[in-house]
């Protein structure tokens, strides 16, 4: 008897365990991916948004006393979320499944919309028929007919990727621009109409690829499928595997539906590794491969996408084989060069080049737009975080200002990222890595902060700011706080320093190196408020000066210069190619400090032609001391600030927080204390007392004793302790920064506007027809004054786009009317119409869609 | 294994005897030479293979080529400090810094040349830098990478399989006195359970005393924040350490106690133990002198092993757990293509390998006189 029990025991043990092990397999998270920051293009309407009423603090610095940053497993987010383990989980999910989980746990969230994919299509084409491989005995590429790769974005249903693969985490997508970004908003219109164009429709798309393909010289055999030359016509498809996860069901979708049209399809699953060499390095000439499931991310909200079109489009894009085979038509290839130049006097007639250059890259097609993913970063109730429309909450610039309890001062936060503490920090040339960035970025200070919801500047350590332009450039103007000028010609006064001198260790003024004179397309005058050199401290006490913003300035010039200790050969092309534009830098005043910058490079938005000289290196901020020490250390071969330069003279790579470095940081540090070391003395000396010098290293010094490490920022958090193994550091409330807590509290919450159409739902034909259109935010009206434009698009029964126009203001906050004369309405069959209202913020870059279905009849 | 087994012959004339000694010590520095240098061949060949297989026969040099020119080009490419400059220009830029990167790597140079240079280095101990990796404190020296990695590696692995090599030679001891009981059938019908790996276990663990009972962390090596002082430190630590060395203990521990059950009862039924059980010897001696001395060697072999397969940590369990070892750091070398990193953890473990293996050989002779090292002659026990 208890031989049986012991065996239906062991039965159970083993049974139990083989359902476990049958469950769902988890998929891995998405690979860092290439970052775009962000881009200039203006809108039409100043807006100046109301901050929401906040009641004041007293409180300096971030809302938090502490906040502990970990790394977290993201299969493991929601349930350490629920779990009270982490409070708030930074990077993005994109798995419809965590975010279902994440609803159902009462979790808040904010949206991310950088992440898009497509199909890229291999459009080579040789041969007599001009649609054939060369190296492949001569074997079929239907995508090297544009029609055919055209007809592809009706083959595909984007609504059913969204919703069966993406979980309604995404939106369809047609175009090569984010739908959340201010280009999108600016050209609605024109995106819906060809939305409509070529939406869903199998059937059209399997009548066009036959009659191409049949030109081609291709046959259907008995079974349906295309054969060319008596053999099948099998496409190879290279369908990634990894990442989110998410393009492997794309992949197969899209398979299944090629081979409803009589296509055999070969589906090679490989990773991003595997992928690479063929798709992106090998020659599209070779055959290896037809479709490929293309993906790309951005990080910043971009205000001009432009550039787009001739990235993705044309052979100038990229360097690689692929880019090289792609053909546009002149047309396009003008244009696209036109959009990417800026070459074009006004705004309207760049939206008109926009709106060309959308309805010739639906014709190319070399990319067949799928998805605009709308990933998501889930905190816990009662937390308030800012979130970057593109970046998330890891990549806002403004998370550490804003993070706090709701209705509460002070307090801890669990603050979880899938990495942390990647790669060495160092300023200079250290660690780009997202997850490093973060916690920068909570403890640095900006002399502009970048909007989160719209990508314009905002001043934060500024006091004001003018921007001079050549006349007839196209720039514009949204925010009050720059003054934006036009003038025939900017002339760069002969006292500025144009260049550096790295054996003198002086600037070289324009009248040196340009007897003849100079000039530049853009001068930007910017005045800093005299506070900053009296209360304004580095978190080891140390007193802002302008030898903070002179020690940068030079630090452009000579890591690139040959005969400079710190010579750099990574350096050295950089350097190149910021001469190229840069015309000259003048301080023109101590007090206040004012300092004017030319160059010949130019955003379209007067807000981001805004030039400071505030300490950002590119890889974090840092104080001249911090510097001069790297700098003593790199000279002497003992550290290097880029892994390039690491790896070439075999030392290790610069790190202020941790490692090898902090003991020979430490030893340059006692060595400058000791000798009142002033940096680039000729020049900083003018800057820099001994006794200043000697004050900066003994804060540093006890900075070092207070907290391991030597990462003095000036922002609203002080990195306190770093725990590199335990992959977990800590931040703490900076008491002493200048501004209180609530400063940026405006955007904690982006104003994406809500709309709701009402109106009569049927319209008699020939008659005129009104519609109220009700915009809100959170149940409340949205202020007139914060909404650029409402406009609107009318479908008729067949989905044809019939008009469309702005609706008026109609009296109250947030109320409009979309009036339809009698000569519109008289044009419509009969039948069920559409009518989609698009709203314009000026606070948030997304638009909002709102669609009203209505009959007409006779 | 060449070391052979012959039977002691107590009682001959001295002159044999030295003569046989002399034999001994000869037999012993020839055996121990060949040994050796068989062990060092086999290392340099382990070593290269690894090179090559990690490095696909040197197609990693052109995936390696293909990242790089698409992370520089995409990252020029959406630089809006970039957008002024013509394509050319940019492309010019591109090339540049695509030169500098393979020159970065060593891509500039053959792979068979550097392949070589990587066996020689990894043969010297010179483990050098790594090509993308860093350690967790930001060094680029490979020693660094690991050095940081093991000691939580040893920390975890070290207990919790020193924890279950100890029980399951105990337990499997005591029930092999005791076949057929309650618990043996027990052990029987639980020993399929170790069909799955720790980290399933792992995710019921996780799921049921840090989700739903919430009295032990989701993983990591200690709080967060650290405590400051030692004490709370380890404490912390200790915590954190119950979950993943209760699933890696609950994953083998069946299977090894009826192992080493089924290898004691083998002993234990052999014809000199029930001699000496019908000579009357207690339990215990019989135990001792007659089952677990025989069994020595292989008890040894499979705790030396069991101490050198600690320098591997266990990719997936760690990754469960989020425990910072070197299971970890060698999947993240694997993933990154960073030869220098696989080379280093792969050399040393071969070493440690070798010289364990060779230590074997010496101690086997040293615990069961039956075993003669490098004999060419005599037979079996």
Partial sequence: MKNRIMTVFGLLVVLSMVLAACGPAETATEAPAPTQPPQAQPTEVPPTPEPTPVPRTTRHGGWLDTITMVAVSPDAVVTQLQAGQIDLYASALGRAEDFKAAQEAGLQYNQVYGGAYELTFNPYGGGENGATFDQSTGKLNPFAVPAIREAMNMLVDRSYIVQEIYGGLAAPKFFPINSAFPDYALLADVARKLEAQYAYNPDKANEIITAEMEKLGATKDANGKWTFNGEPVTLIFIIRNDGDGTRLPIGDYVSNQLESIGFTVDRQYKTSSEASPIWIRGNPADGLWHLYTGGWITTAVSRDDGSNFQFYYTSKGLGQPLWQAYKPSAEFEALADKLAANDFTTLEERRELFAQALELAMKDSVRVWLVDQKAFSPFRQGISVTGDLAGGIQGAQLWGFTARYEGQEGGELKYAMSDLLVEPWNPVGGSNWVYDTAPKRATADYGVITDPFTGLAWPQRIESATVTVKEGLPVGKTLDWVNLEFVPEIQVPADAWVDWNAETQTFITAGEKYPEGLTALRKSVVTYPSSLFTDYKWHDGSTFSPADFVMWLIMQFDPGKEASPIFDEAAVSNLEFFLSNFKGVRITSTDPFTAEWYTDAYALDAELNVTTLWPEYGYGNAPWHMIAMGNLAEAAGELAYTADKADAKQVEWMSFIDGPSLEILGKYLDQAEAEKYIPYAPTLGQYITAEEAAARYANMKAWYAEHGHYWVNSGPYMLDKVFSVEKTLTLKNNENYIDLADKWARFAKPRVAEAEVDGEGRVTIGQEAVFDVFVTFEGEPYASADIAEVKYLLFNANGELAATGVAEAAGGEGQYTVTLPADVTSKLPAGSNKLEVVVVSKLVSIPTFAPFEFVTAP | ?381
């Avoid at chain 2, 350690?135 to 070290?158: A, M, Y």
């Avoid at chain 2, 279950?164 to 337990?171: A, P």
């Fill in chain 2, 1 to 381: 294994m060449s070391a052979e087994t012959q039977a002691l012959s107590p009682g001959q004339p001295i002159k044999v005897k030295r003569k046989a000694f002399s034999n001994t010590l000869s037999r012993v520095a020839k055996y121990t030479a060949l040994r050796l240098v068989t062990l060092f061949v086999t290392v340099v060949i382990g070593i290269y293979l690894t090179i090559l297989i990690a490095n696909m026969g040197g197609y990693v040099d052109e995936i390696l080529r293909g990242e790089i020119r698409e992370r520089i080009s995409v990252g020029v490419s959406n630089n809006p400090a970039f957008r002024d400059y013509t394509p050319e220009e940019r492309s010019k830029y591109i090339d540049e810094r695509v030169a500098l990167e393979e020159e970065r790597l060593g891509l500039n140079r053959p792979f068979a040349v550097r392949s070589f240079a990587f066996l020689r280095n990894a043969l010297t101990l010179n483990l050098g830098r790594a090509i993308n990796m860093t350690s967790d404190s930001g060094s680029k020296q490979v020693t660094l990478i690991i050095l940081e990695r093991l000691p939580s590696t040893l920390l975890l692995f070290g207990i919790a399989n020193l924890a279950l090599f100890f029980s399951s030679v105990f337990i499997a001891l005591s029930l092999s006195r005791h076949y057929g009981s309650f618990w043996d059938k027990v052990i029987l019908v639980l020993t399929p359970t170790s069909a799955a790996p720790p980290w399933f276990y792992g995710i019921f663990l996780i799921l049921i005393f840090a989700a739903l009972l919430k009295i032990l962390p989701f993983g990591g090596m200690v709080d967060a924040p650290p405590p400051d002082n030692w004490f709370d430190y380890a404490l912390s630590v200790l915590r954190h350490m119950i979950l993943p060395s209760l699933a890696l203990i609950l994953a083998s521990i069946f299977l090894s106690i009826y192992n080493w059950r089924t290898f004691f009862l083998i002993y234990s039924s052999e014809d000199y133990v029930e001699m000496a059980k019908a000579k009357g010897l207690n339990a215990r001696d019989i135990e001792r002198r007659y089952i677990l001395r025989p069994t020595l060697p292989t008890i040894i072999t499979s705790f030396a092993l069991l101490l050198i397969g600690l320098w591997t940590g266990a990719i997936i369990t760690e990754t469960v757990f989020n425990w910072p070892g070197l299971g970890r750091t060698l999947f993240r070398a694997i993933g990154l293509y960073d030869t220098p990193v696989i080379v280093g953890l792969t050399i040393i473990y071969a070493y440690l390998l070798a010289i364990t293996v060779f230590l074997l050989d010496i101690i086997y002779a040293l615990v069961d006189p039956r075993v003669k090292v490098g004999g060419s002659g005599g037979g079996g026990a």
